[in-house]
């Protein structure tokens, strides 16, 4: 069992950053894949971002490269994602996953078994 909790969500302004923590407990040393998806009011969940424990290699969906920067500190078991240059847009709740196991797509949401409870970003315009 892995548990996931994530913080350091809030309100920020049009163009503002904020930074996400996800602490993992348990079976920690499981979890081969960790990602960030976001879920926002009327929409299906969809993918922000992902890293892989092994190598730290990292994935990102289009509509956030360049803005967002996911990272681990697996002494520490946690996640971050580092949000820059943040739109209105990008209002949602965001959620912290995790799969113990290696993932064949790191966008889909079926390949994630643990989730945090999400935490709120609301980017005003």
């Known amino acids: 069992q892995v548990q996931l909790v994530e913080s350091g969500g809030g309100l920020v302004q049009d163009g503002g950053s904020l930074r996400l923590s996800c602490a993992a407990s348990?079976?920690?040393?499981?979890?081969?894949?960790m990602g960030w998806f976001r879920q926002a009011p009327g929409k299906e969940r969809e993918f922000v971002a992902a890293i892989r424990r092994s190598d730290g290699s990292t994935y990102y969906a289009d509509s956030v490269k360049g803005r967002f920067t996911i990272s681990r500190d697996n002494a520490k078991n946690t996640v971050y994602l580092q949000m820059n240059s943040l739109k209105p847009e990008d209002t949602a709740v965001y959620y912290c996953?995790?799969?113990?196991?290696?993932?064949?797509?790191?966008?889909?949401?079926?390949?994630?078994?643990?989730w945090g409870q999400g935490t709120q970003v609301t980017v005003s315009s």
């Open positions: 996953a995790a799969s113990i196991y290696s993932v064949a797509d790191w966008s889909k949401t079926s390949e994630y078994r643990y």
């Open positions: 348990g079976r920690t040393f499981s979890s081969a894949v």
